[in-house]
C-alpha cells in the first residue's frame, strides 16, 4: 500500500477505482491530510486546511465523514473544541484510515481490472496497452 501511495499515477489508479465503487473518502482524507502535513507550521494556511479537513471528513455530519471509531473521532474533536489544533491533530485518524484501506479497500484494489489495466498501462507484463480501434501497441 505504501507504494502504491507514494508514486502519484498508483495513487490516481487507487483513487479512480474508490470513486467507482463510491468508496473514495478515506483515500481522499489521507491524502488531505498528507497535504496538511507538508504544509509548514508558520503557514497561514495550515490552521485553515485544518478546519477544511475537519469539516470534510472527522465531524458526522461531514459530507465525506470517513470511518473512525468514537474514540478517535472524539480525541480530533475535542482538539478543535479545546483549540489545540497541532501538527499532529490527524495523525491518529491517518494511521486508523491507512490501516482500513489497507485491509479492506485495497485487496479489492489488486484483484481488480483496474489494477490490472493500470499495471498494463505500465507496461509491467512486457506488453503496452492496445489502441481500441487500431490495435495498434501504443
Not at 21 to 30: G, K, P, R, S
Not at 54 to 62: D, G, K, L, P, R
Not at 72 to 90: H, N
Request: hydrophobic share 45%; proline share 3%; net charge neutral.
Amino acid at each position: 500500500l505504501a507504494a502504491v501511495l507514494a508514486h502519484p499515477d498508483s495513487c490516481a489508479a487507487l483513487r479512480r477505482f474508490l470513486e467507482a465503487e463510491n468508496a473514495d473518502e478515506n483515500l481522499a482524507f489521507w491524502l488531505a491530510v498528507e497535504e496538511y502535513r507538508g504544509l509548514e507550521d508558520s503557514d497561514p494556511m495550515k490552521r485553515r486546511r485544518a478546519d477544511e479537513i475537519f469539516a470534510e471528513f472527522v465531524i458526522t455530519t461531514a459530507p465525506h465523514c470517513v470511518n473512525i471509531s468514537a474514540k478517535c473521532r472524539q480525541a480530533v474533536e475535542k482538539s478543535f473544541a479545546d483549540k489545540e489544533v497541532s501538527g499532529a491533530v490527524f495523525d491518529r485518524a491517518q494511521k486508523a484510515i491507512e490501516l482500513l484501506i489497507k485491509r479492506d479497500n485495497f485487496p479489492r484494489f489488486l484483484k481488480s481490472g483496474s489494477f490490472t489495466e493500470f499495471l498494463i498501462a505500465l507496461g509491467a507484463f512486457g506488453v503496452k496497452k492496445q489502441s481500441a480501434a487500431t490495435g495498434a501497441k501504443s
